[in-house]
């Protein structure tokens, strides 16, 4: 990995990088679409491709379940396989043992689950994980972390909820899972150098201790002591339900700490208010489902808020998406009214709706870098917002944050509206 810095805003803690990886160059701030299984759902790779989009993720996980790390390494790696020619990350798998399957066990020696497909039981170590994502071949590889336990699948009320991020985010159980992810990462150390593919993959450390800034900082100050073993760092842990306003807490916490000569990945971020305020944090990288999982509920996202296509209001609208958008749904001018026809019915929507909200991920975080560039960030933050939320009022965690580097975002807008918390009562899909 080549990475260096471009140019930084003034205000906040943003920056623009070029980082050159065996693929190709990805300039950052960028946002990463999800292709867990290998393809991003609904889109060829020469239709991702000709989105402009360079980086996506791939899941270790899934990916050793099925096809299987032998079909992939007869394939030449997950590039070839799946006809991409650009840059790739693959996570290590350790997020999805909790979260998908209830019959996982944390180990010191690994993690030991049942397979959902025929129930073997199957142990994955942090030695595994790094030779599995050597097989898939991608550029930027993870390590393998100790996540806690996952949130029930079913929660009866809110309190509930709280209760169950409460117990992943606070308490001996976090203490415990982030020293074990220290101690594993060092064991994905020695097997990535062992391989003699430090050349070509790039292994980032993930940073633990829920939303302990204590631990925190224990997990920082270990992790920066390995600095010159590992090619960037990620913050893991969020994302979960916790509070917004925790959540920036910890963001700002560890980009302020991290080293400025490494990537910073903030795993698990997707919404477009989200990720402009990590980048004014200092967050180069993001990933997330939300915006194709969105177009498949009718969903497209815009820079005047969320559009739901399947609100009758949108069935006699003979405009596009957005006037303004290049993705091939809105330059083709595909009317509002013929996706509100075909919403949630026809795969065909879904996938014109998908490329559409790939294209927005990418204008946003390119707009985020040309402003960068031009020394007008605190700007672009203060406009984004006006016109993103309008008169809904914004929610108080994002000028919280914004505040804390610099930017106001109520600065000629004394009548604006906050919304308390975490701003759950604007509708985001108006």
């Known amino acids: 990995m080549q990475f260096e810095v471009l140019a930084k805003c003034p205000t906040t803690q943003a920056r623009v990088s070029r980082m050159k990886l065996a693929h190709g160059v990805t300039l950052l701030p960028t946002f990463m679409p999800v292709a867990t299984q290998a393809a991003i759902k609904g889109l060829t790779p020469q239709q991702v491709e000709a989105l402009g989009i360079n980086l996506i993720l791939n899941n270790t996980y899934h990916l050793n379940l099925r096809p299987g790390i032998q079909v992939l390494k007869e394939a030449g790696g997950a590039h070839k396989f799946q006809g991409w020619k650009h840059n790739l990350l693959t996570d290590s798998g350790g997020f999805q043992l909790v979260s998908l399957n209830k019959f996982t066990k944390i180990t010191e020696e690994g993690a030991l689950f049942e397979s959902p497909f025929d129930g073997k039981p199957t142990m994955l170590t942090p030695e595994e994980s790094i030779s599995i994502q050597h097989a898939i071949g991608a550029d930027i590889i993870m390590q393998l972390d100790d996540v ?9 009320d809110l309190d509930s909820l709280w209760k169950a991020v409460s117990s992943l985010t606070v308490g001996p159980r976090v203490g415990e899972a982030m020293w074990r992810t220290i101690r594993w990462l060092d064991r994905c150390i020695e097997a990535h150098e062992k391989s003699c593919r430090t050349d070509i993959q790039n292994l980032f450390a993930i940073v633990q201790g829920g939303l302990d800034p204590q631990l925190r900082d224990q997990c920082l100050d270990e992790m920066i002591r390995r600095k010159d073993r590992i090619a960037g760092y990620a913050i893991g842990g969020l994302s979960g339900g916790e509070a917004k306003d925790v959540f920036w807490r910890i963001i700002k916490q560890c980009a302020d700490k991290l080293p400025s000569d490494r990537p910073r990945y903030s795993m698990g971020i997707g919404f477009a208010e989200d990720l402009l305020v990590c980048v004014a944090l200092g967050v180069d990288m993001a990933d997330c489902v939300f915006p194709t999982r969105t177009a498949r509920f009718g969903v497209a996202l815009t820079f005047s808020g969320p559009v739901n296509l399947r609100l009758s209001k949108h069935q006699a609208d003979m405009a596009p998406i957005d006037e303004t958008c290049p993705c091939p749904t809105c330059a083709s001018r595909t009317s509002r009214a013929f996706l509100h026809h075909n919403v949630t019915l026809e795969t065909a929507t879904a996938h014109a709706i998908t490329q559409h909200n790939l294209v927005f991920q990418a204008r946003l ?24 939320f309008g008169n809904n009022g914004y929610p108080e965690w994002c000028v919280n944050a914004l505040r804390s580097v610099g930017v106001d975002l109520l600065e000629g807008r004394p009548d604006v509206k906050i919304l308390p918390g975490d701003g759950a009562k604007w509708d985001r899909a108006a």
């Open 148 to 156: 806690g336990r996952a949130i029930p699948a079913f929660l009866p």
């Open 365 to 388: 975080m390119g707009q985020a870098r040309d402003a960068i560039i031009n020394g007008t960030f605190p700007d672009y933050l203060r406009s984004f917002f006006a016109t993103y």
